[in-house]
């Protein structure tokens, strides 16, 4: 038991490596759709590219969706609305003419023309309300059928036989103007307006139910292919309705109801896939990053963003297939590359176009734009803390989608018109939404624990709290911390390496000489040494000392692990060589381990430069009377020494880049010592 206990504790990380690879292959099949996949690529306007095709099965032809809005549009023109007659409202104003008119034209009243009057008065009102008074006006034509109800009896009228304010209006003015009362045309017009109400209303309920029964019986179909018809030859252009007739075929075949065992066949093959998939990006970490895959923490937080954007594009194309280009995919790289580098970056954001492409549509062109974007996006960015960088940087991803768009359209279409501003507008809204990269990055930095070039660029700010203190406790190592992370940066620049986090490390390597300064030359003000009254093997605990003091201090000031791996390892497993030999003189016997620093050695070009910029401007200060010729054997000397004693071993250095670093090294120190070239006599 207690062997399978330690089993397994020695192999937990390889084991929770498996566990994500399994849980990851099992969220993403579980998004995918569980249909069967169109195996041919329909391009409208090319030959078809494969053997001539059979139908496989009976299956109806999809009308387009041109023909499906114009034939709606019909059905809408040709549904009749219904509206309602208020009889009570006409009865009501025919109740009050006499009273109404007692009132308005009592000037008429106990004359010849009062009863004529009356009654010309009640044929208008008859005509009003024959049909009605709208309630409001509606955008029907006028001569828009429409059916009116009344006395629960349905009739068939035009919409401008029903009179509107503007249309009763122009009726009475008409009539009087046609009669002999015109004289009385003001006191008419009263009556009306005192008695006539509107009465008739569109009955929205019933004309919607009208219109959604109609709208049901129309079909999205028209005829039939059967079963082993041929549907397209071989190097037939893909047009017309051939193109239908595959269209449909591709989304009958797509969405049928698939059995059990069908269902369970093609889970499998989607996991073969997205697993085949994902071992490749792992493979790839593994061989190309090991720091990376050996830490779960960072193989978790490559695997989160691959799964969240793979989240985002299956809602999108479920919910809303329209707004898919509006998913900013190139996050995926930027962010991945503002935390680790640029291929790694790359290849992740590859692999997550290639598993998307088994759910978006038109797979081939969205992958294309996509994988073209990411590429631009790795070559376009540098120096991601700069924000006029990242401006830049959108600028180019979204003139990349609207040309490689206007392509495509191009190739199917065979002209540039018809171009959809829509879709222009989505890439120009996704490359806007790629700025969402900074604050997710400051996010990811404190969920994950990891360090960003913004916030290497933050640490680097020599009016840092700690770094303050560093140059005023020990102004001499401070001095010297500017001057190695100068060289080091320079060195890194040469190489291609990181060139803002080895300064940073620079600039923190030596933090622990704050504990106690004057046990170390630099910020030695007098000429007292307390290394005097101390046996060199004490003398070296107190240096070797230095590493440890400075990871405490760092962590006290929660410096990242990356910053916290330069102060380890800048002295690797070196010794204090002076204090070694001076207890060697009165000690023949002595061990050489109580004088090494406890390593690790450098694991990375960036601790790898650190530790020769550390050790050759340190060594530096001992020249007297430089010159360019004693310069380039010092500074071979040391790395040489180092080389010698293995301390690269464990860093993805190459023997090319210490010669160029070494060339680095003796050009700066010429230059901070003021040598000029040597000339032959």
């Known amino acids: ?125 008859n005509e009003i309300y024959q049909y009605g008074v709208l309630t409001e006006s509606y955008s029907y034509q ?89 549907i397209i030859a071989k190097g037939e252009v893909v047009e017309g309705e051939k193109l239908q007739i595959l269209t449909s075929l591709k989304a009958e075949y797509e ?53 969240m954007m793979i989240l985002i594009t299956t809602l999108v194309v479920k919910y809303h297939i329209d707004y898919v280009y509006i998913i900013p995919l190139c996050i995926l790289p930027l962010i991945l590359k503002a935390f680790f580098d640029s291929r790694l970056g790359l290849f992740t954001h590859v692999i997550t176009v290639l598993i998307l492409g088994f759910v978006v549509p038109n797979s081939y062109e969205y992958m294309f734009l996509q994988i073209i974007a990411g590429i631009v996006t790795i070559l376009t960015i540098s120096e991601s803390y700069k924000r006029a960088n990242l ?12 040309t490689s768009y206007v392509a495509f359209h191009i190739i199917h279409e065979g002209n540039i018109e018809n171009i959809e501003v829509f879709t222009i507008g989505l890439f120009v809204l996704g490359g806007l939404a790629t700025l969402m990269v900074h604050p997710l990055i400051y996010a990811y930095e404190k969920v994950f624990g990891l360090v960003s070039d913004v916030s290497l660029l933050e640490l680097s700010d020599t009016n840092s709290r700690l770094l303050k203190e560093l140059s005023e406790r020990a102004p001499g190592t401070f001095h010297h911390s500017l001057n190695v992370a100068n060289i080091a940066e320079a060195a890194a620049n040469e190489i291609g390496a990181n060139a803002m986090l080895v300064r940073v490390g620079a600039l923190y390597h030596d933090i622990g000489k704050m504990s106690n300064p004057t046990y170390y030359t630099e ?113 071979e000397k040391i790395i040489n020494k180092q080389m010698e004693d293995g301390q690269f071993l464990n860093a993805d250095i190459t023997f090319k880049e210490i010669q160029q670093i070494k060339k680095v090294f003796k050009r700066k120190l010429t230059n901070i010592y003021h040598l000029r070239i040597e000339y032959p006599e």
Do not use: C
């Open 1 to 125: 038991m207690k062997d399978y206990i330690n089993r397994f504790y020695k192999n937990q990380s390889l084991i929770y490596k498996v566990f994500l690879f399994i849980t990851t292959i099992i969220l993403i099949v579980y998004l995918f759709p569980k249909g069967g996949i169109f195996k041919y690529e329909i391009v409208k306007g090319k030959p078809w590219q494969y053997e001539n095709l059979y139908a496989p099965f009976d299956f109806a032809i999809a009308k387009t969706p041109e023909e499906i809005a114009q034939e709606e549009e019909q059905i809408i023109n040709n549904t009749l609305p219904y509206f309602e007659f208020d009889i009570a409202v006409a009865n009501h104003a025919k109740q009050e003419l006499n009273t109404a008119f007692d009132k308005n034209l009592a000037i008429l009243k106990e004359t010849e023309v009062e009863v004529d009057a009356k009654r010309f008065a009640q044929r208008i009102l």
């Open 391 to 402: 401006f830049i940087s959108v600028g180019q991803i979204t003139l990349i989608y609207i």
């Open 142 to 230: 006028p001569e828009r059928e429409l059916f009116l109800s009344k006395k629960n009896q349905a009739k068939k009228i035009k919409y401008k036989q029903l009179y509107t304010t503007k249309t009763l209006t122009r009726l009475i003015d008409q009539r009087i103007a046609e009669s002999e009362f015109n004289s009385v045309k003001n006191e008419f017009i009263a009556l009306f307006y005192d008695i006539v109400r509107p009465n008739v209303s569109l009955n929205k309920k019933l004309t919607e139910s009208e219109l959604e029964a109609e709208l049901s019986k129309l079909l999205i179909t028209r005829g039939s292919i059967k079963k082993d018809r041929r």
């Open 523 to 635: 910020n030695q003000a007098v000429s007292v040494n307390p290394h005097d009254v101390l046996s060199p093997r004490e003398s070296a605990q107190i240096i070797i000392g230095h590493v440890i003091k400075g990871i405490e201090i760092a962590k006290k000031y929660k410096l990242p692990d990356r910053v916290i791996d330069f102060i380890r390892t800048h002295h690797g497993t070196s010794t204090v060589y002076y204090f070694y030999s001076k207890e060697k003189e009165t000690n023949a016997h002595v061990d050489i381990e109580d004088f090494r620093y406890p390593g690790p050695k450098p694991f990375s070009k960036e601790t790898a430069i650190l530790m020769m910029s550390d050790s050759v401007e340190a060594a530096s200060k001992s020249l007297k009377n430089p010159t360019s010729s004693l310069i380039d054997s010092f500074v």
């Open 255 to 307: 969405s049928q109801v698939w059995s059990e065992k069908n269902y369970y066949w093609i889970v499998f093959g989607y996991s073969l896939l997205v697993s085949l998939a994902l071992l490749m990006l792992l493979l790839f970490i593994r061989k190309y990053r090991t720091d990376i895959f050996e830490n779960n923490t960072k193989v978790t937080f490559i695997i989160f963003n691959l799964l």
